[in-house]
């Protein structure tokens, strides 16, 4: 097997482990599963990934992947979202209004509980472009989370190219919010 294939196969089968998700047969190419991995079981925040790697120290992320994403994602009323890994760094791209809703069904769920946990200390940076790409070197993620760890923030990254906005936080605390709001749903 290509060696680009099996890292490819190997990041969307951790992705739908990470995530109680499952992986789409044939990584989105048949037209009745879409996308690389499928995340359900989240009310009404059910989210379609589609993922990118590179072994590279820097990968450009293209209009037409979140372009892509975004309407595979509608048209099965879910979220999109693109998750990265360059090299050992996974970041996820979400819609702002995915972040902001979960977020918001987070608190309501945990101060229906009583079980309140969560706060929202996110430490945001900005990158944008009126180009069809823009480009994210490995560096500039580690001095972004080492700088918010530093300070107990999660960091962020609003990122626009063109007339698209998303922000990019890192796998692992998309993770944890979701884990977070699944069990508060175990909870009600």
Known sequence: MDYKIKKSREQEERLGKDFAGRRQIASGALPF??????IGNLKDLDILFEAK????DSMSIKLAWLVKIGKEAHNVCKYPALEIEIQDERWTLVKDKYLKSLIEDISIAEFNTGDIKHVDNNIY?????DKESILIKKEWLIEIRNGACRIGANPSVKIRIKDECWTMIRTNYLKSLIDNLRRLICLQ
């Open 33 to 38: 599963a879409k996308g690389d991995v499928s």
């Open 53 to 56: 790697r590179t072994c590279k």
């Open 125 to 129: 940076h900005m990158l944008s472009t």
